[in-house]
C-alpha cells in the first residue's frame, strides 16, 4: 500500500495549523482566578461591579471585587506600557490611564466595538477569546487615550494591521440574500390580471 506524507515547512504554516488543531490539553488557566466565586465570571455580575466603579460608590466601602477588577485593569495596563517600550513608541504623557480605560469600558457597555459581543473583566483562561482588550486604531502609534478602543481579544488579533473602518464595516455588515424570482414574479404581474378586479 502506498503511504502518502505531508510535509509542513514554515513558520506561518506551522503556527496555522497549530491553530487549526488544537489540543485541548493545552488550554492553561490564570492561577490568580483561582480563589475568584463562580459568579464574579457571569457577564452582568462584572458590568454591575464596573457601574459601580464608575459611580464612585464604593469610596465609603472597600469592595473586594471592585479592587480585583481595578488590580486586573492596572495589571493589563502595564503590561500595555511593557509593550509601547518594546516598540519603542512609549510616550509617558500619552499613554492612557486607569481612569480613562475605566471610562472606555464604561462607555462600551463591557461589548466590543466590533462584534457587539459581551466582553469580561475577569476570566479564567489565559487567552480567553473575549477577554477585553486595548485594540490601537493606529497601530504605529502606542497605546494613547486617543488611539485605542475597546474590543475582544479575538477582534483585536484578527483586525491585525487592517483599518480600524474596514474591519468594524466588515464586522457589522450583514449579509441578505434576496430570492430574486419572487421580487420579479411580484413585479411582473400581468396588467390584465389587474383589470379584471372589480
Not at 43 to 56: D, G, R, V, Y
Request: charged share 30%.
Amino acid at each position: 500500500m502506498n503511504e502518502k506524507k505531508v510535509i509542513i515547512t514554515g513558520t506561518v504554516t506551522k503556527y496555522q495549523m497549530k491553530k487549526v488543531i488544537k489540543n485541548p490539553e493545552n488550554v492553561k488557566e490564570r492561577k490568580t482566578m483561582n480563589q475568584v466565586s463562580l459568579e464574579m465570571f457571569s457577564w452582568e455580575s462584572q458590568l454591575s461591579l464596573l457601574n459601580m466603579l464608575t459611580q464612585k460608590k464604593n469610596n465609603d466601602i472597600e469592595n473586594t471585587n471592585i479592587t480585583l477588577i481595578k488590580k486586573q485593569i492596572s495589571s493589563k495596563l502595564n503590561n500595555y506600557k511593557q509593550q509601547d517600550v518594546i516598540k519603542k513608541v512609549y510616550d509617558e504623557r500619552k499613554l492612557i490611564n486607569l481612569e480613562q480605560v475605566i471610562c472606555k469600558l464604561q462607555e462600551s457597555g463591557l461589548k466590543c466595538l466590533y462584534c457587539k459581543e459581551e466582553i469580561y473583566l475577569l476570566y479564567k483562561l489565559v487567552r480567553e477569546m473575549k477577554q477585553w482588550t486595548l485594540d490601537r486604531i493606529d497601530n504605529d502609534i502606542g497605546h494613547f487615550h486617543n488611539n485605542v478602543v475597546i474590543s475582544c481579544l479575538d477582534c483585536n488579533l484578527k483586525r491585525r494591521k487592517k483599518s480600524s473602518n474596514a474591519f468594524l464595516f466588515t464586522k457589522q455588515m450583514n449579509i441578505v440574500r434576496v430570492d430574486h424570482q419572487n421580487n420579479f414574479d411580484q413585479q411582473h404581474v400581468d396588467p390584465e390580471e389587474n383589470q379584471n378586479d372589480p
